[in-house]
Nanobody, 124 residues
């Protein structure tokens, strides 16, 4: 069992930056692929970014490429999402998730554990 706790959300103006963190419990964090997803008001949950167990492979949604960066620190059991050049359309609840296969993926149903989410609000 893995418990995930996100932090770092908040309100920011367009063009600003935020860094989200997701702290994981347990000794197996380094074997999990990790992903960030988001869900805006009235929208389905959508893929943002993913990283494999070692950090050697990363994947991004087209909408965030070049602006967001996913990274992980296995010694700290933490995955990060650096968000730059934020836009109002990035407003959503952001969730981190763990994939037991270790690969990381953009598919929601492939993830086994989810955090409770952190709100990001970008104003114009």
């Amino acid at each position: 069992q893995v418990q995930l706790v996100e932090s770092g959300g908040g309100a920011v103006q367009a063009g600003g930056s935020l860094r989200l963190s997701c702290a994981a419990s347990g000794r197996t964090f380094s074997t999990y692929g990790m992903g960030w997803f988001r869900q805006g008001p009235g929208k389905e949950r959508e893929f943002v970014a993913a990283i494999n167990w070692s950090g050697g492979s990363t994947y991004y949604a087209d909408s965030v490429k070049g602006r967001f960066t996913i990274s992980r620190d296995n010694a700290k059991n933490t995955v990060y999402l650096q968000m730059n050049s934020l836009k109002p359309e990035d407003t959503a609840v952001y969730y981190c998730a763990a994939d037991k296969t270790g690969w990381g993926t953009g598919v929601v149903r492939r993830y086994d554990y989810w955090g409770q989410g952190t709100q990001v609000t970008v104003s114009s």
